[in-house]
């Protein structure tokens, strides 16, 4: 089920304060789940179904322009026929980039 018939179906439930626990088995979810998304819908309406690491970053990820220096590393000829791992090791000899980062 999308989060948008989640929506409609809590939004419904909201207004008319219908059955909880037909929404439930609609939803296959428990009451307590719906009492929850109860509150989130009546307090920020559709916006709660959003999930709030939407369009973040993970903290580990590496920079873009950190990543075109890696391949371009790797695809020049001082790494042609090395394996990843050699390769690895290569860079961080020449260059003292982290290979863990790699």
């Not at 018939?5 to 789940?33: C, M, P």
């Not at 369009?55 to 990543?67: A, E, V």
Request: hydrophobic share 35%; glycine share 4%.
């Amino acid at each position: 089920m999308t989060e948008e018939n989640k929506y409609l179906i809590i939004k419904k439930l909201v207004e008319t304060n219908g059955n909880k626990k037909r929404a439930a088995v609609a939803l296959d979810l428990s009451e307590r789940q719906i009492y929850r998304l109860k509150k989130g819908v009546k307090a920020e309406g559709a916006a709660f179904f959003v999930h709030k690491n939407t369009n973040n970053k993970p903290s580990h990820t590496l920079d873009d322009d950190f990543k075109q220096k890696i391949i371009r590393f790797k695809n020049s000829d001082d790494y042609k026929g090395a394996n990843f791992s050699h390769s690895k090791d290569l860079i961080w000899d020449k260059y003292k980039i982290y290979s863990a980062l790699i």
